[in-house]
T-cell receptor
Framework: NAGVTQTPKFQVLKTGQSMTLQCAQD?????MYWYRQDPGMGLRLIYYSASEGTTDKGEVPNGYNVSRLNKREFSLRLESAAPSQTSVYFCASSAQVRTEAFFGQGTRLTVV | GIQVEQSPPDLILQEGANSTLRCNFSDSVNNLQWFHQNPWGQLINLFYIPSGTKQNGRLSATTVATERYSLLYISSSQTTDSGVYFC???????????FGKGTKLSVKP
C-alpha cells in the first residue's frame, strides 16, 4: 500500500526554469494538500483541494499553480522558479477536510 | 489565526530515558495530530488525537481540548526516536493543518 507518492524526490533548477511536482494517493481520499517546509518555519500550506474539481489558495500561494487532475492526483507547478522557492515540498491527503492527514516522502527542491 | 507552540525546542536524552513534549494551541480545534520527522525527512503519523488519550507501544499522547494543550510521552527512548516531533492542529476555514515549529529530539546511545 503506497499511500501518498511524490515525484521527483530531488530536483535542482536554475532561476526562471519551470517544473511540475507530481503527487498521487491510493487511499481514495477526497482532499489533497501541498505544503512547503523551510528551516525553523514548520510546514506551511501552499494550495489545497478539498475535493476533485476544486482548488484553493493556502497561506503561501504566490509563484505556484496547482491542478487536481483526478481524484488520485494533485500536481504543483512552478512557472518561473526563484531562489526563494528552495524548500522541501510535501503533498498530503485526507479522507475529508478536517480528518487525519497522511504525507508523502517530500521533494527537496533547490533553485540556483 | 491559530497559533501552535511546542516545547521544548530541543531535547537531548540518554537512551532509556523518558520524555514529555508539549503542544499549546491558541483556539479550540477539531483535529490535532502528532508527527515524527525522521532524519531522512519523512513525516510519520504518530497520533490523530483531537481529545483524550491514546497509546501506541512506547508512545502515548493526551489532548485536553478545553485547556488547549496536548502532550506526547516517549518512554524508554531509543536512538531511532531521534528526529523532530511536530504537533499540528486544524486551522481556519480551509481545514488545513497548522504546524508548530517542532521539538528536535536527540537520543544518545
Amino acid at each position: 500500500n503506497a499511500g501518498v507518492t511524490q515525484t521527483p524526490k530531488f530536483q535542482v533548477l536554475k532561476t526562471g526554469q519551470s517544473m511540475t511536482l507530481q503527487c498521487a494517493q491510493d487511499m481514495n481520499h477526497n482532499s489533497m494538500y501541498w505544503y512547503r517546509q523551510d528551516p525553523g518555519m514548520g510546514l506551511r500550506l501552499i494550495y489545497y483541494s478539498a475535493s476533485e474539481g476544486t482548488t484553493d489558495k493556502g497561506e503561501v500561494p504566490n509563484g505556484y499553480n496547482v491542478s487536481r487532475l483526478n481524484k488520485r492526483e494533485f500536481s504543483l507547478r512552478l512557472e518561473s522558479a526563484a531562489p526563494s522557492q528552495t524548500s522541501v515540498y510535501f503533498c498530503a491527503s485526507s479522507a475529508q477536510v478536517r480528518t487525519e492527514a497522511f504525507f508523502g516522502q517530500g521533494t527537496r527542491l533547490t533553485v540556483v | 489565526g491559530i497559533q501552535v507552540e511546542q516545547s521544548p525546542p530541543d531535547l537531548i536524552l540518554q537512551e532509556g530515558a523518558n520524555s514529555t513534549l508539549r503542544c499549546n494551541f491558541s483556539d479550540s480545534v477539531n483535529n490535532l495530530q502528532w508527527f515524527h520527522q525522521n532524519p531522512w525527512g519523512q513525516l510519520i503519523n504518530l497520533f490523530y488525537i483531537p481529545s483524550g488519550t491514546k497509546q501506541n507501544g512506547r508512545l502515548s499522547a493526551t489532548t485536553v481540548a478545553t485547556e488547549r494543550y496536548s502532550l506526547l510521552y516517549i518512554s524508554s527512548s531509543q536512538t531511532t526516536d531521534s528526529g523532530v516531533y511536530f504537533c499540528a492542529v486544524e486551522g481556519g476555514s480551509q481545514g488545513n493543518l497548522i504546524f508548530g515549529k517542532g521539538t528536535k529530539l536527540s537520543v544518545k546511545p
